[in-house]
Structure formats: structure tokens, C-alpha cells
């Protein structure tokens, strides 16, 4: 199976370059901002079993945007999840910067999913009677925590929110609501965020603009972003592609472009067909 042979070289690889090669950009920090080590997820049992995840080990280098591809039911969002404790393990580990999300308890989880965790969904889940600008900084009025009004209005300005601001979702367009989606993710400063098909409603300009302000959050205010897309032009705006099939991390890309994904894609269907 040539397939699982490269899985098993590639993690090895993934793991060890966790931010390799590439150009250093501006906001790049250094290590691993989430890390999952030999990581599997089992679903049911008896006959019922599902092995979503299969021994899973990759880092998602700080600083850095990260795409996570492949088809569907290969393990993408049980993946997401796990990393970003929203599901347990039942094998091997999580960590989000230095801590093994195992070992907290549901409080502790709840806080660090709160404090250390972005999330951008498909759907903008905004609250429809709050302002833009209340929905952004609604995570930290929950924490308690006071935003930074300076990185408040980089954020809103880096993903072109200021003239927006008063308005209520309602009142917005898809894309803006998205834009308001990503800006509360990045304004908590978030050791790393999540994002799902973040461009799946939305049109392939908005979508674009999305992408755009992702990358910069990355570029320019030294986010960590990972993005799951069954998109290959979603996931040529990232520093590097993650392939899963069956559970499995078979393959990476870094400084993708649209068509060598592409090219990446077909070849693993070929390999399925013929394996
Ligand atoms: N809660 C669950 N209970 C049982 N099986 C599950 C559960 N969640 C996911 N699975 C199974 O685990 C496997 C991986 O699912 P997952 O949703 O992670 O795939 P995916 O790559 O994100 O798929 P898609 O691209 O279609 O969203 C699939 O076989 C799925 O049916």
C-alpha cells in the first residue's frame, strides 16, 4: 500500500519541520502552536466502529496558515476538533501550545477553548441584535477581559470593518459577516484559530476577501491559522497543505499553489483506484 508507506515518512517529516521551508514572514513566531502526536479518534464500536483518526501526528507551526485537505469522511474535521477540544482522543495526544488538552477538566477546557482558541465557522454565527463591533468583542465580554482598543481597530481595519461597525448583521452582507466572524476570532488574540470551510457560503469574491484577511491576520499580526477546505484555490492562500485520506496524514504541500493541489488530488485518486 504506497499509500500508508508515505504516510507513515510524511508524518515523520510533518513533525519534524513543523514550520519549514518557506520565506519568513513579518509576523512569524517560532515553534508549534498546536500539536497532535500519534492522535486517533474511534467513533461507536463492534459494528458500528469508525476509525476517523488513525495515529495522526503533525504540528501547526506558530505563526503560520495552515490548510488541512482531503476527501470527504477522511478525518478533516474529527481532526479540527480534537485539536481544538471540542472532542477527546481516544489515542494519543493534543496539545495547544505546551498543554495536553487530555489532562484538563471541563472547566479548564471551557477556558482555554475561550482565551486560546479562534473559531471561524461556515455558518457566521453571529448574535443577529448585536452591532458588528459588539459581536467582535462578545468573547471578551464574556472572559471579562477588557480589548485592547489599539489592536481592536488593526483588527477591524486589517479586515475592513470601520465603516461598519454600528451595523447589525442583518444589515450586512455575507462576506461582511464573515469578515466580522474572522475579526472576533482575531481580536481575542487567540493562540491559534480554526477555521471550517469558512468560504463555503460564500461567494468566490467574498470568498477571496476572507482568504485575504486570513493570510494578512497571519502575515501581518502573526496569527496561526488552520482551515479546513476541499478547496484548492482556498488552500493556495495558506503556507502549507495537509492531505488526510482514511484517517491518515498522507501527504503536505507548502507555498502551494491552486494547481499543484490540484495536481496533488488527482494523483491520490489515481492512487485509490489502482491500490
Ligand atoms: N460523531 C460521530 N459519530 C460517528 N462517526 C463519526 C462522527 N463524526 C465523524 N464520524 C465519522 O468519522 C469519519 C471522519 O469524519 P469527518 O467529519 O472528520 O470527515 P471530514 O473529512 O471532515 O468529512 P467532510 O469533508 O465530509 O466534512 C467519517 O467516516 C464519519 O462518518
Redesign the pocket.
Known amino acids: 500500500m504506497p499509500t500508508h508507506a508515505a504516510t507513515a515518512a510524511t508524518a515523520a517529516t510533518a513533525a519534524q519541520h513543523p514550520t519549514a521551508p518557506s520565506g519568513a514572514h513579518a509576523g512569524t513566531r517560532i515553534g508549534a502552536a498546536a500539536r497532535a502526536t500519534g492522535l486517533s479518534k474511534v ?2 464500536e463492534g459494528d ?1 466502529r ?1 476509525v ?1 483518526l488513525d495515529s495522526v501526528s503533525l504540528e501547526f507551526g506558530r505563526g503560520r496558515f495552515t490548510a488541512i485537505m ?10 479540527m476538533h480534537c485539536m481544538a477540544g471540542l472532542d477527546t482522543v481516544s489515542e494519543g495526544s493534543a496539545r495547544i501550545g505546551d498543554t495536553e488538552l487530555a489532562s484538563l477538566n471541563d472547566r479548564q477546557l471551557t477556558r482555554l477553548r475561550r482565551d486560546q482558541v479562534g473559531f471561524v465557522f461556515q455558518a457566521f454565527n453571529l448574535l443577529p441584535t448585536l452591532t458588528a463591533l459588539e459581536n467582535i468583542t462578545l468573547p471578551m465580554d464574556i472572559a471579562g477581559r477588557k480589548p485592547d482598543r489599539q489592536w481592536l481597530d488593526t483588527v477591524v481595519a486589517t479586515v475592513g470593518l470601520s465603516g461598519r461597525l454600528g451595523h447589525r448583521p442583518s444589515q450586512l452582507s455575507g462576506g461582511q459577516q464573515q469578515r466580522v466572524a474572522v475579526a472576533r476570532a482575531i481580536a481575542a488574540r487567540p493562540e491559534i484559530i480554526f477555521a471550517d470551510e469558512p468560504t463555503g457560503n460564500l461567494d468566490s469574491r467574498s470568498g477571496a476577501e476572507i482568504l485575504t484577511f486570513l493570510r494578512d491576520s497571519v502575515q501581518e499580526l502573526g496569527q496561526t491559522v488552520v482551515m ?1 477546505t ?1 478547496d484548492p484555490v482556498a488552500a493556495s492562500y495558506a503556507d502549507r497543505v495537509v492531505f ?1 485520506a482514511d ?1 491518515r496524514l498522507i501527504d503536505e504541500v507548502y507555498d502551494p499553489t491552486a494547481e499543484a493541489v490540484l495536481d496533488r488530488m488527482r494523483q491520490f485518486d489515481t492512487d485509490a483506484r489502482t491500490s
Not at 70 to 79: A, D, E, F, Q, V
Request: no cysteine; aromatic share 6%.
Open positions: 467513533y461507536g458500528t469508525v476517523a482531503g476527501p470527504s469522511g477522511s478525518g478533516k474535521s474529527t481532526l479546513v476541499h488526510l484517517g
